[in-house]
């Protein structure tokens, strides 16, 4: 995730939505009095092979701390941190309400059944799983947190919510009302897609009994965005 003072924006980044991708993207446009998060540590050799910020200014003030965060640090030894996929929630809470509610906020949602495939390739794919009900049985959709990540109290916590779908027109948009100087391009090298081979469209891919099992896990999603088979 990303907050920057001099454009006044907070970037949320949900998960298999090229959110590593349109991040470093950003990263072009922060300085160190930002917040940037870290990223893997090829994506960050590749970020800092552009020029653009690294990670800085991601541990949390101790301002902000709760009192089971100061048990944590004095006890434990733990500090916190914000993180790559943070909620808007935690996010709130541990920037604080005055920048978080002013500043402009986005992310980006994925059609749910091109989102679990590419999550499920991420994790292996047909080599490491016999079926796609086995990959969805053993709990791994339970790593995305979708809709919960840009509510709270299950209120949409954003600005915008941009379709995964539509990139080209959702990186000029968020150019436009940012007022960069130049227009927001994603990286020439695409972070992590390489994991799925498979290119085939999800509908020849999902059968009808995980299609059923998507529809209910994802069902808030689906509705929100209008994603359909």
């Not at 990303?2 to 991040?23: C, L, P, R």
């Not at 790559?84 to 906020?105: T, V």
């Not at 027109?169 to 009302?177: F, P, T």
Request: proline share 3%; hydrophobic share 35%; net charge neutral.
């Amino acid at each position: 995730m990303i907050v920057n003072h001099k454009y006044k924006f907070i970037f949320i980044k949900t998960q298999k939505t090229a959110g590593t991708s349109i991040e470093t993207a950003l990263s072009k446009f922060c300085s160190p009095t930002d917040v940037v998060t870290p990223i893997s540590v090829k994506d960050e050799e590749y970020r800092k092979s552009l020029g653009f910020q690294s990670p800085v200014n991601y541990s949390i003030p101790l301002k902000y701390y709760s009192t089971e965060d100061y048990l944590n640090l004095f006890l434990k030894g733990r500090k916190k941190y914000f993180y790559n996929h943070m909620s808007c929630e935690e996010i709130r809470r541990y920037l604080g309400a005055d920048i978080f509610d002013s500043y402009y906020k986005f992310c980006f949602e994925r059609n749910p059944y091109d989102k679990f495939l590419s999550l499920f390739f991420h994790h292996g794919g047909f080599q490491r799983w016999n079926s796609l009900e086995e990959f969805i049985n053993k709990g791994e959709l339970e790593i995305i947190k979708g809709f919960d990540q840009y509510t709270i109290k299950k209120v949409i916590a954003v600005d915008d919510i941009f379709k995964y779908e539509e990139m080209d027109s959702a990186l000029a948009l968020i150019s436009e009302k940012l007022e960069l100087e130049e227009r927001l391009k994603l990286p020439p090298v695409r972070l992590k897609g390489q994991f799925r081979t498979d290119k085939s469209h999800y509908t020849e891919i999902i059968t009808p009994s995980v299609r059923k099992m998507i529809d209910i896990i994802w069902a808030r999603e689906l509705e929100l965005m209008n994603y359909g088979f």
